[in-house]
């Protein structure tokens, strides 16, 4: 019915607009990129690590720099280490965020030293041809490599990203990670805990409150975090391991077996040998992880072993390291104050977990078949795109994990005194979230603006935070301007809300921060009142939304009176009058269903007049033109 539409404030749906979001896993060892695929669902689609050129999915966090920068990054620079071991940093990660005092062992890096002792505290700086390089610059170049291929994967800028850090990382660390990322032009939607990332990648963050161990066994280090879920929310209750034992270790042990095996020494062998000798040892074990034995030589000018390692000789080798990662374990259950009973789920993480010593070893202790299906090279990645995902908007609320999260919900008052909910409680932040409006009165010019907290329907019972006004809106038909309100809460909980005319451009905004001067009694205060009068609400809103259904329509048919009343008989008039006369004069009394009644009556009686109008507006439009204008369709 042409002439009655009225669109209602707030009720238009929520602008989908896909944003490119990825998950770095910035590792000791090896770093990867991933993110979730775009399926056109407001649930989210699947995410997969995004791979380079080659079809590889890791990027060794290695990078070789000369006189001009960066000159190999990866795989490259790795390879090409052992012979220009100073311009090449590896394993950079354990000087993030580390001065001098920090680090007991930085005997694989050439440091500058610092002139003054007083300059302990400042940052690690290594020298190589391109000047002095710190971890955070080194870890920069990592970001944007792996930035650069999502990118090219995801076709086009990338909107925001999460990257993970170790449950430990300190906030020298972590902010040395956030400016990695701002050097290399990321947008840091957050840093999470790799652990978390781990639980978030199998789903665990929609599971039932619970206690979970991530153990997280890389090349380098070993990490093992106790994580309690909390209705949705991971809280890392205690972390444990050694930053210096992990894949590599195995690999070493294997080395030392093979020269006592050949009864050589390491001095017997040329730097080249030992470094084909170290590779050797590598492959053999991940080739144990799939097979019962694998064969092993050494070869040189003078030397000539071959030998065959077994699974078990293997097992017996690591022994002892695995062991002191269980210890570890078990040290980290007693922090927390709990037994391994306690625990529901084990997550593994890291490429060395794939040894099945290492998984016999964690179920033994766990009582339990820990979790594997997840790649343990990439869940974590996984996990931060999904995370990533979340906080760029992509998903709906309820998919959202929460970590910090907005206590009250915040809103904008809508007709009739009602709150329209943009970012509802328990949401993690930042977070930010867009809604369209329109105008409610043909020829509107202003819109008043008035940003809501609290759980409850209706205005009189939520806290104002702030008011604002958008003008010079282009006058037009009631329900015809878009009007796009997006309310932004950045990780500090500052809320940033614009509204903005999207016809003509127009807009306004205003920072307020929400939590201010809300205690915690306050807010349970709030909270408390929105589940108890949650029927009263309900009717509330009914009655405040079948009100303004109800003056709009009237409104809306006054003015097509002013305008055609010509086309009505006088008995057509009388009706028209008595039906509006009824909206009117129950939408000032409570009984939301009678004035529901009365709407649909005067729509009823309109119905005729509606399509008169339209009759006649065709035939003003034809005037003046001929048929042939007509039958061409160029009106
Ligand atoms: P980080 O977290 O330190 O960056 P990763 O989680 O990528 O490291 O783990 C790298 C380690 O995993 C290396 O020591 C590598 O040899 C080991 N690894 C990878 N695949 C296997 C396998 N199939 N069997 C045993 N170890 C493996
Ligand atoms: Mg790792």
Request: some cysteine; aromatic content about 4%.
């Amino acid at each position: 019915m042409a002439l009655l539409q009225i669109s209602e404030p707030g009720q238009s749906p929520l602008p989908h607009q896909f944003k490119r979001a990825i998950g770095i896993d910035l590792g000791t060892t090896n770093s990867l990129v991933a993110a979730v695929a775009n399926d056109g669902t407001a649930a989210g689609g699947i995410a997969n690590v995004i791979k380079d050129a080659e079809g590889r999915a890791i990027l060794p966090s290695v990078v070789n720099y000369g006189t001009s920068g960066v000159q190999h990054i990866g795989y490259q620079a790795q390879a090409i280490a052992a012979d220009d071991p100073h311009n090449t940093l590896a394993s950079f990660k354990r000087l993030m965020g580390r001065g001098l005092k920090d680090i007991s062992d930085t005997s694989q890096f050439k440091i500058v030293t610092p002139s003054d002792a007083s300059d302990k505290n400042d940052v690690i700086r290594i020298a190589t041809a391109a000047g002095e390089i710190t971890a955070m610059q080194a870890s920069a170049e990592i970001l944007k490599n792996l930035t650069a291929r999502a990118t090219d994967a995801l076709g086009g800028a990338i909107d925001g990203a999460v990257i993970t850090v170790p449950a430990y990382f300190d906030d020298a660390q972590r902010q040395a990670t956030k400016d990695a990322a701002t050097l290399a032009g990321l947008n840091v939607l957050r840093l999470i805990n790799e652990p978390t990332a781990a639980a978030v990648a199998y789903g665990l963050d929609k599971a039932d409150d619970r206690h979970i161990v991530v153990y997280d066994l890389g090349g380098g280090t070993f990490d093992v975090s106790i994580l309690q879920l909390s209705e949705g929310v991971f809280e890392v209750l205690a972390t444990g391991g050694d930053s210096a034992l992990g894949g590599d270790d195995f690999d070493l042990a294997i080395v030392a077996w093979a020269l006592s095996q050949a009864e050589i020494t390491q001095a017997e062998l040329s730097a080249q040998n030992y470094r084909r000798l170290l590779v050797d040892a590598r492959n053999a074990k991940q080739s144990l992880t799939d097979n019962a034995s694998v064969g092993l030589s050494i070869q040189s000018s003078t030397i000539s072993w071959a030998g065959e390692l077994t699974r078990d000789v293997f097992n017996q080798l690591i022994d002892s390291l695995v062991t002191t990662t269980i210890a570890a374990c078990k040290a980290s259950l007693d922090d927390a104050d709990l037994t391994a009973s306690d625990i529901a789920d084990v997550v593994l993480v890291g490429g060395s977990t794939r040894v099945p010593l290492v998984r016999e070893r964690v179920a033994a202790l766990f009582q339990q078949t820990p979790k594997t299906d997840v790649d343990p090279d990439q869940v974590v990645a996984l996990g931060a795109a999904i995370q990533a995902d979340s906080l760029v908007g992509n998903r709906s609320n309820s998919d959202l994990l929460l970590l910090d999260v907005i206590p009250l919900s915040l809103g904008i008052e809508t007709m009739g005194g009602l709150v329209e909910k943009i970012i509802h409680r328990n949401t993690s932040i930042p977070s930010s979230r867009a809604q369209e409006f329109t105008t409610y009165k043909d020829g509107q010019t202003a819109l008043a603006v008035h940003v809501l907290q609290g759980e409850r329907d209706l205005v009189s019972d939520c806290r104002s935070l702030a008011r604002f006004e958008l003008r010079g809106i282009l006058p037009m038909v009631a329900g015809a301007a878009r009007i796009e309100v997006v309310f932004n809460v950045d990780a500090d909980g500052i809320l940033d809300v614009s509204a903005k005319e999207t016809a003509t451009g127009v807009s306004a905004n205003v920072q307020v921060k929400p939590s201010y001067g809300l205690g915690e009694s306050e807010i349970t205060e709030m909270l408390k009142a929105s589940y108890t009068h949650a029927g009263e609400d309900r009717d509330a809103r009914m009655l405040a939304e079948q009100r303004v259904e109800a003056e709009g329509l009237v409104e809306a048919v006054k003015m097509a009176l002013e305008q055609d009343g010509e086309l009505l008989s006088d008995d057509e008039r009388k009706v028209i009058d008595a039906a509006m006369g009824k909206v009117s004069e129950l939408a000032l009394l409570s009984d939301s269903q009678a004035i529901a009644d009365a709407v649909a009556e005067l729509g009823r009686v309109t119905d005729t007049f509606a399509t008169r109008r339209m009759d006649q507006s065709i035939r003003t439009a034809l005037q003046g033109k001929s048929i042939d204008d007509v039958a061409d369709g160029s009106l």
